[in-house]
């Protein structure tokens, strides 16, 4: 090869190296962001030390997996199982939104693997709790799925959607746990 055949193929490595960069940056700034789960919470779903992909632009549904960040600065992930508008309570181990039974069928291992012999998830209303009878109009209410350690909405409340920095879709780290998150 001639010295300029290989200046060629050097700058060309280094326009692609460039523009590859550029698009990594913009695509884990602003479509997908890795964020550790730290705690037990979401067990058996999310373990510690995961690291999962957040997008940030999906419309959140029920059940959707979350991180969020409050306002004393702590980021968080939890499953939505309230949506703004709802009514949200649990009474003898079952989900009722609107006063109708709800499904919650990630939970099952959870239970099969609880020792204790009382219900999985304690009784409240949201009355209760934040003496309100239904969410508010962008009001989330979250709850992790390790219901006996979970600081979530039981706790602090509802979260609002601007608290929602995206929805957790996809476990990549460490290699024996990827999967996409149920």
Do not use: H
């Amino acid at each position: 090869m001639t010295r300029r055949l290989i200046l060629d193929y050097f700058w060309l490595a280094c326009k692609y190296s460039v523009v590859v960069t550029f698009i990594a940056l913009i695509v884990r700034g602003f479509i997908f962001l890795p964020i550790p789960v730290e705690g037990n919470s979401m067990n058996t779903t999310l373990k510690q030390n995961d690291w999962v992909l957040v997008e940030k632009f999906t419309k959140i549904k029920r059940f959707d997996v979350v991180v969020f960040q409050l306002s004393d600065g702590n980021t968080y992930i939890k499953r939505v199982i309230g949506l703004p508008g709802e009514t949200v309570s649990y009474k003898d181990d079952q989900l009722y939104i609107d006063g109708k039974k709800v499904a919650e069928p990630y939970l099952t291992e959870n239970k099969q693997n609880d020792q204790n012999q009382n219900s999985y998830t304690n009784d409240f209303s949201l009355e209760e709790l934040m003496n309100v009878d239904k969410l508010g109009k962008d009001s989330y209410f979250v709850i992790g799925d390790n219901r006996r350690v979970s600081k979530d909405s039981r706790s602090f409340g509802a979260i609002s959607e601007d608290q929602i920095i995206g929805k957790a879709f996809f476990v990549y780290y460490p290699i024996k746990d990827v999967k996409w998150i149920q």
